[in-house]
């Protein structure tokens, strides 16, 4: 017998992506999701059997975006527990349950048996005790680096990922020596990297990078430009909120 869908609480929203085929409940006041997800979604490669491991999942946004790729299973980490319940019932809103597992868990506390294919996430870009604090804490932690920074989110990817494994993170472009040194820190490279912007002339928003352990020959993309000079988005970023499962950039 099919499970019924999980409810929508009435604090939250329904939303739809990719046509229809991805449901996302959120929460109205608490943290939502903005642009950065899809196109993080979009940027990650996957393969049929990989394992993949998502380093604060939020809602699950990502990983069920990530569900129209090939992969054998995400295991998505959320450390605000009300985020991973969100996350769990939005995995149950996709019927996901056999492909992405979330756990509430601090990531630094996490031990699997295994390393995986696979790493990614969409870390905190703001510093602690920086920026304009956020109305709910579960905003503050979602967007400020107060359980941890790019540097720890590096050395944790660095100790899970396979030695032939492959990395992916958006990061603001604002900070993009700081996510370099990072990177080098943790014992990893970047082996491929795209700057997205809101449109031509305009300075970027965000960092793309795929990392892996050296020796990596770094590949720099076009820019991804967003908006044309009508305001209407470019038909690459019109593909890539669709849902594309293959990127120009393969």
Known sequence: MKKA????GK???????????????????????????????????TKDKDKCLELGTGCGIIS???????????????????????AKRNVQLNHLDKRICVIHV????????????????????????TG????TSEKW????????????IMQKTSALL?????????????????????VDKAGLDVQMERLVYPREGGAPNFLLSQCGFPPCQKRILSPLFLFDDLGKYTPEAEEIFSGRTHASFI
Do not use: W
């Open 106 to 129: 601090d990531f630094f506390d996490f031990l699997p048996p295994h390393k995986f294919d696979v790493v990614f996430s969409n870390p905190p870009y703001i510093k602690k005790q």
């Open 11 to 45: 604090d939250e929203t329904q939303d739809t992506f990719y046509h229809g085929r991805i449901l996302v409940y959120q929460k109205k006041e608490g943290y939502r999701f903005a642009v950065d997800a899809p196109l993080l979604a979009d940027f990650i490669q």
């Open 162 to 182: 396979k030695k032939n494994g492959r990395a992916y993170f958006i990061f603001t472009a604002k900070r993009k020596l700081e996510f370099t040194q990072a």
């Open 132 to 135: 304009r604090m956020s109305a």
């Open 141 to 152: 932690v979602a967007k400020h680096e107060v359980k941890c920074d790019i540097l720890g």
């Open 64 to 86: 069920l975006l990530l569900s129209v790729k090939p992969f054998m299973h995400i295991t998505a980490l959320e450390i605000q527990e009300s985020l991973a319940g969100l």
């Open 5 to 8: 869908n999980p409810q929508k």
